[in-house]
């Protein structure tokens, strides 16, 4: 990749929750290392770290939030850049690409990157390289990787060559590297683009959720065999990616030890300080015979809340993991020693140890709080992977996974069923990685986000289902999600004794407005449509409304909860709560759907029943202006399957076809009064 000259690049992020600046940040590193003279700001450092109109060649990563909106920290840019009062052309020396993030399963797919994007080709600048947009939905990686594989060539032609012609021979780059893909589907049309329709989805989750159960089903039946999987690449020549070298070091020290998470280093999600929040109280919505276990767990808190906001809980490993982990890397004599970490001196500029390490830390501890290891492994780490095995057939097989030909095959068997570093070092016994690989490669352990579900001055809930994965191809015990098994455990003993005697704390902090939150006024007309732990935002609701209502003068808007769960005896969240907002008519309807009971003829089996059953109602509440819907829970199927549903009954109401339906949906969605909150 060493483009032997200095050439100058910056690489522009906007970014909500941090995946599209660590992506910048990687381009940033990857291109210093390429010996580009890169440089990488947040777009909001406008006017202050960088100046546009001086930046000949920029590379974008931009996400999208809200209903379609570019992030918060890149608003301003978009609105400097578009000033009336510029000419039409003042961006006409830049020159640029932009890679956008989005999720295919709200409705205005990349809407934020797609926006700048248009801001940036109307004032004149010139795109040197296609586009990509990114699907966080299906997998972001599916587009990421082969953008990137092709951003170097595109680069490297940009510098050496006339701009003109290099938009099509990109295009014709990224769109080989995606071809080689298994889902061809995610190839970009001539924009750039990758369109989606509401029917488009629904057939590609079906899709997906077959290949995953039977998925599933091999992994309980041959856990070992997965990544041994016979390969259609033995015969292959291949093309490992780039191999990066280790340019950590940790070494030994006697230094005191502070006690911080992840080094008080922010998270770009924050939007308050982290706070160790005492534990008010914790209780099993469920009855124990339910399938999933719900949680409501209350923490103090010293900053106000509202109905609406979100709340990041910082997570730790599971015990079992990590010891099995600091033994299989034969650390078990050093796990606890006290260790500092440097960049080695033969490390080329630039390079730095990852802020979040603390400066002195232990094995034990920087596995627990400070790594995802049990994050799917990416392809870099592969390829670090292979230089440490001695044994021939053991590295042969990681090398086609993460080869160029074995794209499919990495989708297939590591993606698809979740592989992390942990798998693979249970699986293949002579990989042998030093520790400095291990930080180099791994990601930071994220914070995990939930809605407040009830909230008052000095307190807030959260709800959580705790997640369990069936079984690991490792033989380590089953598990459960890396927050959700977290808190559970740590809470299991208030839970057992129902009392708050037992002091226990857990990090949080506030994190930046989602726009899910309440209309602003009373008398708006609220839907709200929330299955299984959906329904926790909605307390907050609720909660708001009442203390409105008992303060208020105007004529009140209708307050409709459509909400579902299996079993009405085992896992009606709320129910106590749901039924008394009912009662005191702060809740003007509610429909609940139960998917496992009996039902009486007639009865909802989903939400989405429920909604067609009134559906005349819900339409004429689409049309009404005055209407605010909001949707909150699982994106795989309920949110999806609502959707097709209003959209059917616009249909069916305004008497139009599925296209105009479509449309006149899409409308109320940029108007901002559909709302989502969803989650894979
Ligand atoms: C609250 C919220 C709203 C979102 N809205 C959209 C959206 O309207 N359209 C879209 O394509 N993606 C949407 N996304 C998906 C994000 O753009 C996607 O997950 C992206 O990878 C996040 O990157 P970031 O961490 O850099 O912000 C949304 C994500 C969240 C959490």
Redesign the pocket.
């Known amino acids: 990749m060493n483009n032997g000259t200095k050439n100058k690049i910056t690489v522009l992020y906007g ?7 660590e992506i910048a940040k990687q381009i940033h590193e990857d291109a210093v290392f390429g010996g580009y003279d890169a440089e990488v700001f947040c777009l909001k450092e406008e006017g202050k770290k960088f100046d546009i109109k001086e930046i000949k060649c920029a590379v974008f990563v931009c ?7 570019p ?1 918060e920290n890149a608003r301003k840019f978009l609105r400097t850049v578009s000033r009336k009062t510029l000419p039409n052309d003042h961006l006409s020396k830049l020159y640029y690409t932009l890679l956008g ?4 399963n ?7 990157p797609k926006k700048l994007d248009k801001v940036l080709s109307l004032h004149g600048a010139n795109k040197f390289y296609e586009a990509g947009f990114a699907d ?1 939905g299906t997998d ?1 990686e599916l587009v990421v990787e082969p953008w990137l594989d092709g951003l170097w060539p595109a680069l490297k032609s940009y510098f050496l060559k006339d701009k003109s012609h290099i938009t099509s021979e990109s295009r014709e780059i990224i769109n080989n590297n995606l071809n080689e893909l298994p889902n061809s589907e995610s190839a970009l049309n001539s924009n750039g683009e990758q369109e989606t329709s509401v029917t488009d989805l629904s057939e590609k989750v079906a899709n997906i959720e077959i290949t995953e159960n039977v998925k599933k089903l091999e992994t309980t039946l041959l856990p070992d065999s997965i990544l041994w999987k016979k390969s259609s690449l033995s015969a292959s020549n291949l093309t490992l990616p780039p191999l990066f070298p280790i340019h950590l070091e940790a070494y030994p020290t006697d230094e005191e030890k502070v006690e911080t998470y992840q080094k008080n280093f922010s998270f770009p999600v924050a939007c308050g300080e982290v706070m160790n929040a005492h534990v008010r109280s914790a209780r099993v919505l469920t009855q124990p015979d339910a399938v999933k276990r719900a949680i409501e767990v209350e923490f103090d808190v010293t900053t106000e809340y509202k109905a609406g906001d979100v709340i990041a809980v910082c997570c730790y490993n599971n015990k079992l993991d990590v010891d099995w982990l600091i033994e299989r890397l034969g650390l078990t004599k050093t796990a606890d020693q006290k260790m500092k970490m440097k960049v080695s001196s033969v490390a080329p500029k630039k390079k730095e140890v990852p802020p979040y390490i603390p400066e002195v830390f232990t094995i034990r501890e920087m596995f627990t709080s400070c790594l995802e290891i049990r994050s799917v492994i990416k392809k870099p780490l592969i390829r670090c992977l292979v230089e440490s095995m001695s044994n021939l057939d053991e590295k042969r097989r990681l090398e086609e996974l993460c080869s160029r030909q074995g794209g499919g095959e990495y989708m297939d068997v590591i993606r698809g069923n979740m592989i992390s570093v942990l798998d693979i070092l249970a699986t293949f016994p002579s990989c042998k990685p030093t520790l400095e690989t291990l930080v180099q490669h791994l990601p930071r352990l994220q914070p995990r986000r939930y809605s407040i579900a009830r909230y008052g001055s000095n307190y807030v809930s959260i709800v959580f289902n705790v997640v369990q994965f069936e079984r690991d191809s490792n033989h380590l015990s089953p598990r459960s999600g890396i927050c959700t098994g977290y808190l559970e455990q740590l809470l299991q003993p208030m839970i057992e004794q129902q009392e708050t005697e037992i002091s226990l704390h857990v990090k949080i902090f506030p994190t930046k407005s ?3 939150s309440p209309p602003p006024n009373l008398r708006n007309n609220l839907v709200m449509i929330g299955p299984g732990t959906g329904v926790a935002p909605f307390i907050g609701f609720l909660q708001q409304r009442q203390e409105r209502l008992a303060t208020n003068t105007e004529a009140p808007g209708c307050a409709w909860l459509f909400y579902g769960c299996r079993h009405k005896e085992r896992d009606f969240l709320f129910q106590d709560e749901l039924d008394k907002f009912k009662r005191e008519n702060i809740l003007t309807k509610f429909c609940v759907a139960f998917s496992r009971d009996e039902r009486a003829p007639g009865g909802a089996k989903y939400v989405q029943d429920s909604i067609k059953t009134n559906g005349e109602e819900i339409v004429s509440l689409l049309l009404d202006t005055d209407t605010v819907f909001y949707v909150c829970g699982d994106a795989r199927n309920m949110s999806k399957d609502v959707r097709t549903c209003m959209v059917e009954l616009i249909a069916k109401y305004t008497e139009c076809d599925m296209e105009s339906a479509l449309c006149k949906f899409n409308g109320i969605v940029s108007e901002k009064r559909y709302k989502e ?1 969803i989650w894979t």
Not at 15 to 21: D, I, K, V
Not at 101 to 104: A, E, R, T
């Open positions: 970014s909500q929750t941090g995946q599209a600046e996400s999208t939030t809200g209903d379609g909106d992030p993030l989005g999720d295919s709200y409705s205005t797919f990349c809407g934020g966080d972001l989602n726009g899910f909150d």
